[in-house]
Nanobody
Framework: VQLQASGGGSVQPGGSLRLSCTAS????????MGWYRQAPGKQRERVAN???????NIAEVVKGRATISRDNAKNTVYLQMNSLKPEDTAVYYC???????????????WGQGTLVTVSS
């Protein structure tokens, strides 16, 4: 199983970005999918996650500016970030809880990270 993230880049303050992450490989079921970020010199923090039923949980630090969604048919999770601030600068990682068969345990997988830089 692999997670491939894309959509990072450089944007000016107040701008927007849409991150995507697609899971591939032998996948039976994807439960929770989410996004985390790690700024230089800081610990990784949760940004948002979404369950298979569509229920979302958005971190307070980005609430009102971030929207998470998923396309179950494409095994893809999205993160729309608006009104970006310099403090949103970080490497963004996608994460997914995946089972590879009906009897396998759920395993947490991580993408490789995509850099978001917010600067004027």
């Amino acid at each position: 199983v692999q997670l491939q993230a894309s959509g990072g880049g450089s944007v000016q303050p107040g701008g927007s970005l849409r991150l995507s992450c697609t899971a591939s490989g032998t996948i039976f079921r994807i439960d929770r999918m989410g996004w985390y970020r790690q700024a230089p010199g800081k610990q990784r923090e949760r940004v948002a996650n979404i369950k298979i039923d569509g229920k979302t949980n958005i971190a307070e630090v980005v609430k009102g500016r971030a929207t998470i969604s998923r396309d179950n048919a494409k095994n893809t999770v999205y993160l729309q970030m608006n009104s970006l601030k310099p403090e949103d600068t970080a490497v963004y990682y996608c994460q997914a809880d995946i089972s590879t068969s009906w009897h396998s345990v759920v395993t947490s997988y991580w993408g490789q990270g995509t850099l978001v830089t917010v600067s004027s």
